[in-house]
T-cell receptor, first 111, second 113 residues
Framework: QKEVEQDPGPLSVPEGAIVSLNCTYS??????FMWYRQYSRKGPELLMY????GNKEDGRFTAQVDKSSKYISLFIRDSQPSDSATYLC???????????FGTGTRLTVIP | DGGITQSPKYLFRKEGQNVTLSCEQN?????MYWYRQDPGQGLRLIYY???????QKGDIAEGYSVSREKKESFPLTVTSAQKNPTAFYLC????????????FGQGTRLTVV
């Protein structure tokens, strides 16, 4: 079983829609969760990171962690064409410093 | 500005040659990683290092080698033994501290000609 599983998509939505991106993970060791955005031919950029269960909000982005079901989500409100990118979820096991990624979900926001 | 710098951005290699990709960070991070990204396959871990002078193989280490002589630097050598080296290579680093984050460089696109 992979450490992090992510639906590769692709996902297409109209401008202004709410986008929901999801990952599941295995192993419940002490760990952080991160979301990255990657534009074509660029390195991934860190969008959000969180440790605890619950929601963390940053502008139009909300990261959600449900440790009981081992589910992590990223919500994008009022999606814009500039949000079109591949989104990667990741978990970092602290102490061991093992970094695991999902395969990424390709998102297209249509004007 | 703190960050991770990968060089070069584009690299062309003839078959049978070894090439070395550079990765430098000034974030004072302990751990560094090399990933390979192919279309539709996500990130695959090549090697990682948690401290200086120590590194471990990832999922696809065959045909690659690394060194970690300094905390700031983690170069990756793509050897002639790597059968399909054309790919996008990404370096990352992460901290062990209270604020645990991982950051990426901008990548090196390697093409075998």
């Amino acid at each position: 079983q992979k450490e992090v599983e992510q639906d590769p998509g692709p996902l297409s939505v109209p401008e202004g829609a709410i986008v929901s991106l999801n990952c599941t993970y295995s192993n419940s060791a002490f760990q952080y969760f991160m979301w990255y955005r990657q534009y074509s031919r660029k390195g991934p950029e860190l969008l959000m990171y969180t440790y605890s269960s619950g929601n963390k909000e940053d502008g139009r982005f909300t990261a959600q962690v449900d440790k009981s079901s081992k589910y992590i989500s990223l919500f994008i409100r009022d999606s814009q064409p500039s949000d079109s990118a591949t989104y990667l979820c990741a978990k970092l096991q602290t102490g061991a410093n093992n970094l695991f990624f999902g395969t990424g979900t390709r998102l297209t926001v249509i004007p | 500005d703190g960050g991770i710098t990968q060089s070069p951005k584009y690299l062309f290699r003839k078959e049978g040659q070894n090439v070395t990709l550079s990765c430098e960070q000034n974030l004072n991070h302990d751990a560094m990683y090399w990933y390979r990204q192919d279309p539709g396959q996500g990130l695959r871990l090549i090697y990682y290092s948690q401290i200086v002078n120590d590194f471990q193989k990832g999922d696809i280490a065959e045909g690659y080698s690394v060194s970690r002589e300094k905390k700031e630097s983690f170069p990756l050598t793509v050897t002639s033994a790597q059968k399909n080296p054309t790919a996008f290579y990404l370096c990352a680093s992460s901290s062990r501290g209270l604020r645990t984050e991982a950051f990426f460089g901008q990548g090196t696109r390697l093409t075998v000609v």
